[in-house]
């Protein structure tokens, strides 16, 4: 009785789950193997089983290396700048009184409930060659002023700072939230015993936060996985293809140019991509609910 | 700046509206709220339903948006709704729709674009509304021996200039040539601040070089359209002289997206040239003041001896063969292509009627701006009808941008394009060698 009543209320989202997850991810994995393209959408009689072709294309295609190099940049640059800036400020906005608190943690969670695309043009404005603020700034410090959009190392910094940005503020809540758990008593004794604040830092504030600082690292790397809307909205993949992650390649290729057997097969890459990081996620948190 | 903002003005007229859940918390305003709802329930139902959709894009698409009105008044009953498309996805959304089975009724479809809705049979064919369209415009949309979609508009690009600085750097005119233009560029930009740029020529642009290919006398495809031919000596010696353009600079190393506002910018003088179509001259108008106006002027493409030929664009409108108003489709096609909407679109957009009446008429005739463009007219190439255009140019474009900032050898750039396109027509190839008509009939067909 329990276990069917249960089962109800389970139905409508696993319902969900297989028509808008699993059937279209089975879907891909079919159009993956096919070169399916415009021809074919024409006539089905153009469509063609190709076996792993796709996949072996990929393998060769430098626009496929370069998005990973780019989307592995971003995580790699990314994920730890984010984690360490929402510490940081995690510890800060905790560390002051509570008349400023609550105007910091507002600031600094703004940037991610603000439209992604918005903040994007923004950044486009903000690091404008000849107008724009960054650059200004730096010119009024008699610094060089670089084309920060149309240089292809700058422009993925560009993105990633973007993408720092407009992240560090979700990991900034979670990581005070976590810190507010950790008992006042640590800190106490901690005092008494004569550690000072580096110590108190290094052997309570640190390890007591760091299963939330490892989960908030592995949803950031899988988010970084995804980008597309920074570099769609600042650089459309350029310069040079320097700011072309995964994802927007895979956009290029499918829905710009029809080539839809390509594309899936780059889908499934991502697939795959993400099913490791979640099954890191699970064994990492059981690992750490062990001990 | 206050200038600066000027282009996100309209659209920020249209917020509003939002919030309403959050008030919703408040039991107060519960009533009031329903009250709002209801009264906006009742103004979208008073509102017949769409008699028929059209899809279009950017500027054209809000200034159809001005011109169904009187559409619906010569067929009372009938709603027209108008989508608003953005250039850089309308192609994408148009063959989603396609592919799903559901697209609109009539659409704006750009002169590249228009081969693949053919290929896919998803457009209808239909007899020309009118008999003085621009030759190579009519020709464009003919495939198979009828015409699917009507001319709406044509579009090639000239030469934007601001004739001050021109005539400050020693000159009258610009020049005819590609050698003279460059020294003219070289002479301008002695008489610029830095920061400034004589020629604009955005890297994610690809029609600028693929102006200066068209040029040439020898095709970028060969065989057919059924292998790149990038490296034929003739196209190099137009990457040379783009890339040329850049590694003297020229012209700035930067996208259309680093512009805060092309127009504002370049009235103040941050770029002397920039090759565009005929939009521009709307938006020129549009966003400097009067008293700036006489700060730009047009001028046809100098050629790599003598004028140059420019590339023959365009809109054409399409009708889905799938829509169920066909006839209602037609006659609003018919509507759009008459002289008043021609030189309407033309006073809304900027944008080049496709027939020739309404060019003798006042708006167009008197305007010392369309010179230039009626000049250019005369001297076009349509490119290769095929599905893979596209593509073929975007990868051309990234070839350049190889060359242009990552210092790729000339000759092994266009070699390596030249593998990539045929890589991207190997469908094609195959789909002739068949004998398969999907793959364009028209490979055959000589361009004019």
């Known amino acids: 009785m329990k276990a069917s009543t249960a089962l109800l209320f389970v139905i409508p989202a696993?319902?969900?789950?297989?028509?808008?997850?699993?059937?279209?991810?089975?879907?891909?994995?079919?159009?993956?193997?096919?070169?399916?393209?415009?021809?074919?959408?024409?006539?089905?009689?153009?469509?063609?089983?190709?076996?792993?072709?796709?996949?072996?294309?990929?393998?060769?295609?430098?626009?496929?290396?370069?998005?990973?190099?780019?989307?592995?940049?971003?995580?790699?640059?990314?994920?730890?700048?984010?984690?360490?800036?929402?510490?940081?400020?995690?510890?800060?906005?905790?560390?002051?009184?509570?008349?400023?608190?609550?105007?910091?943690?507002?600031?600094?969670?703004?940037?991610?409930?603000?439209?992604?695309?918005?903040?994007?043009?923004?950044?486009?404005?903000?690091?404008?060659?000849?107008?724009?603020?960054?650059?200004?700034?730096?010119?009024?410090?008699?610094?060089?002023?670089?084309?920060?959009?149309?240089?292809?190392?700058?422009?993925?910094?560009?993105?990633?700072?973007?993408?720092?940005?407009?992240?560090?503020?979700?990991?900034?809540?979670?990581?005070?939230?976590?810190?507010?758990?950790?008992?006042?008593?640590?800190?106490?004794?901690?005092?008494?015993?004569?550690?000072?604040?580096?110590?108190?830092?290094?052997?309570?504030?640190?390890?007591?936060?760091?299963?939330?600082?490892?989960?908030?690292?592995?949803?950031?790397?899988?988010?970084?996985?995804?980008?597309?809307?920074?570099?769609?909205?600042?650089?459309?993949?350029?310069?040079?293809?320097?700011?072309m992650s995964l994802l927007l390649l895979m956009y290029d290729r499918g829905f710009r140019w029809w080539r839809w057997g390509v594309a899936s097969a780059l889908a499934m890459v991502l697939t795959v991509i993400m099913w490791l990081f979640a099954w890191l996620q699970r064994h990492t948190r059981a690992a750490w609910r062990g001990d | 700046m206050p200038r600066g903002d000027a282009p996100y003005r309209g659209s920020a007229a249209h917020s509003g509206g939002h919030g309403v859940s959050r008030v919703t918390r408040v039991p107060v305003l519960r009533n009031a709220l329903t009250l709002a709802a209801a009264a906006l329930a009742c103004a979208g139902c008073a509102r017949s339903p769409c008699g028929l959709n059209v899809w279009a894009v950017g500027v054209e698409a809000s200034a159809l948006q001005r011109m169904v009105p009187g559409f619906e008044r010569e067929h009372p009953g009938t709603r027209v709704c108008v989508a608003n498309l953005a250039w850089s996805s309308a192609e994408a959304r148009l063959l989603s729709a396609v592919a799903a089975g559901d697209p609109p009724d009539v659409a704006q479809v750009g002169d590249t674009d228009l081969s693949t809705l053919v290929t896919l049979h998803a457009i209808v064919a239909q007899r020309p509304v009118a008999t003085d369209f621009f030759t190579e415009a009519l020709a464009v949309t003919r495939f198979h021996g009828r015409y699917y979609g009507t001319p709406w508009y044509v579009d090639t690009r000239v030469l934007f200039y601001l004739p001050g600085i021109l005539h400050r750097a020693g000159y009258r005119r610009p020049a005819r040539t590609w050698r003279k233009w460059l020294q003219q560029l070289a002479a301008v930009r002695r008489v610029l601040k830095p920061g400034q740029y004589p020629l604009l020529a955005p890297i994610n642009e690809y029609e600028f070089l693929e102006v200066l290919a068209l040029q040439q006398p020898v095709p970028v495809l060969r065989d057919g359209d059924r292998y790149g031919n990038f490296a034929s000596p003739t196209f190099r010696a137009a990457l040379r002289f783009y890339k040329s353009l850049f590694a003297q600079r020229l012209a700035p190393r930067i996208t259309d997206r680093q512009l805060i506002n092309l127009w504002w910018q370049m009235a103040r003088g941050d770029f002397v040239f920039y090759v565009s179509g005929p939009w521009n001259i709307g938006e020129f108008r549009r966003f400097l003041p009067p008293q700036d106006q006489h700060l730009w002027m047009t001028a046809p493409m100098p050629g790599p001896r003598g004028p140059g030929r420019s590339l023959l664009d365009g809109s054409d409108l399409v009708i889905f063969r799938r829509s169920p108003r066909q006839r209602m489709a037609r006659a609003f096609v018919r509507y759009m292509l008459a002289n008043a909407q021609q030189v309407r679109l033309f006073e809304l957009t900027g944008d080049l009627p496709a027939r020739r009446a309404p060019w003798i008429l006042p708006p167009l005739a008197a305007d010392r701006k369309l010179r230039a463009f009626r000049v250019q007219l005369g001297r076009v190439r349509p490119f290769q009808k095929i599905p893979e255009w596209g593509e073929i140019m975007h990868g051309m474009r990234r070839m350049a941008e190889q060359v242009v900032i990552g210092g790729l050898p000339v000759d092994a750039a266009t070699t390596q394009l030249d593998r990539r396109v045929n890589y991207w027509l190997a469908e094609r190839r195959a789909l002739l060698a068949r004998g398969d008509n999907a793959a364009g009939a028209h490979a055959a067909q000589k361009r004019p």
């Open chain 1, 14 to 243: 696993l319902a969900m789950i297989l028509l808008f997850v699993f059937i279209p991810l089975i879907g891909v994995l079919g159009l993956s193997l096919t070169d399916f393209n415009v021809y074919a959408l024409a006539n089905s009689a153009n469509l063609h089983f190709v076996g792993v072709a796709n996949f072996t294309h990929l393998l060769h295609d430098h626009a496929a290396w370069q998005g990973v190099e780019t989307t592995m940049t971003v995580v790699l640059v990314g994920v730890p700048a984010t984690l360490g800036l929402s510490l940081v400020c995690a510890l800060m906005i905790e560390s002051i009184g509570a008349r400023w608190r609550g105007l910091f943690r507002t600031a600094f969670f703004l940037p991610v409930v603000c439209s992604t695309v918005a903040v994007a043009i923004g950044w486009r404005y903000l690091l404008n060659t000849r107008y724009g603020l960054v650059n200004r700034l730096l010119a009024a410090a008699h610094l060089p002023t670089p084309n920060w959009l149309g240089t292809p190392g700058l422009a993925l910094l560009a993105v990633t700072v973007v993408v720092v940005w407009k992240g560090f503020g979700y990991g900034m809540i979670i990581v005070a939230a976590a810190r507010r758990e950790i008992p006042d008593e640590l800190y106490d004794i901690a005092r008494i015993e004569g550690a000072g604040m580096t110590q108190q830092l290094l052997r309570i504030t640190m390890p007591m936060l760091a299963p939330t600082l490892g989960l908030l690292a592995l949803l950031d790397a899988a988010g970084y996985w995804q980008l597309f809307a920074e570099p769609y909205v600042l650089t459309q993949g350029g310069p040079m293809g320097s700011t």
